[in-house]
T-cell receptor, first 112, second 113 residues
Framework: GDSVTQMEGPVTLSEEAFLTINCTYTATGYPSLFWYVQYPGEGLQLLLKATKADDKGSNKGFEATYRKETTSFHLEKGSVQVSDSAVYFCALRFSGNTPLVFGKGTRLSVIA | EAGVTQSPTHLIKTRGQQATLRCSPISGHTSVYWYQQALGLGLQFLLWYDEGEERNRGNFPPRFSGRQFPNYSSELNVNALELEDSALYLC????????????FGPGTRLTVT
């Protein structure tokens, strides 16, 4: 079945460090890909998305590129802040309003 | 525009009881999804409702059920509660066919003692 694999956390970085969270997927066909973020005590917020190969999603300094050849959608940010501390979820979804398939999440802690 | 709302915020039940969780989607959205976020297990898809009908369900026993009302709000019912049902239950909504984004509510924290 369809699945998403994320790098194991937790990830601890100093402020202004470079962030990469790896995400790969297994799917039949070409899904849309998403990154969601969950801040402490809150629900999920859509961070960015890409709907086809080579699309780059970006938001709040975060970026991810849909790589069909490597079935990957790695999340990057050039300079993290303490306020970026959260759990990040990679997810895929096919068209037709089907449910999201999530990775297990990666907890990021940024220290000043 | 109001986002997805859920109630109650917290719910404490004892084993064997029933729990009812509620969700109101974003205005104009017709699809509602329920997910369970149990500690250490990530997010698991529970149920999907669209236009009042159950469209799909995840790998959960039948004691997890729900419905969608004519105004597109939804209710999740969990019968015969077990300790492992303790989790954060998240509701999401999306627009009509072809829309890709799901927008999540803040969740209901269910604790079973």
């Amino acid at each position: 079945g369809d699945s998403v694999t994320q790098m194991e956390g937790p990830v601890t970085l100093s402020e202004e460090a470079f962030l990469t969270i790896n995400c790969t997927y297994t799917a039949t066909g070409y899904p849309s890909l998403f990154w969601y973020v969950q801040y402490p005590g809150e629900g999920l917020q859509l961070l960015l998305k890409a709907t086809k190969a080579d699309d780059k999603g970006s938001n709040k300094g975060f970026e991810a590129t849909y790589r069909k050849e490597t079935t990957s959608f790695h999340l990057e940010k050039g300079s993290v802040q303490v306020s970026d501390s959260a759990v990040y979820f990679c997810a895929l979804r096919f068209s037709g309003n089907t449910p999201l398939v999530f990775g297990k999440g990666t907890r990021l802690s940024v220290i000043a | 525009e109001a986002g997805v709302t859920q109630s109650p915020t917290h719910l404490i039940k004892t084993r064997g009881q029933q729990a009812t969780l509620r969700c109101s989607p974003i205005s104009g959205h017709t699809s509602v999804y329920w997910y369970q976020q149990a500690l250490g297990l990530g997010l698991q898809f529970l149920l999907w409702y669209d236009e009042g009908e159950e469209r799909n369900r995840g790998n959960f026993p039948p004691r997890f059920s729900g419905r969608q009302f004519p105004n597109y709000s939804s209710e999740l019912n969990v019968n015969a509660l077990e300790l492992e049902d303790s989790a954060l239950y998240l509701c999401a909504s999306s627009g009509r066919q072809g829309a890709h984004e799901q927008y999540f509510g803040p969740g209901t924290r269910l604790t079973v003692t």
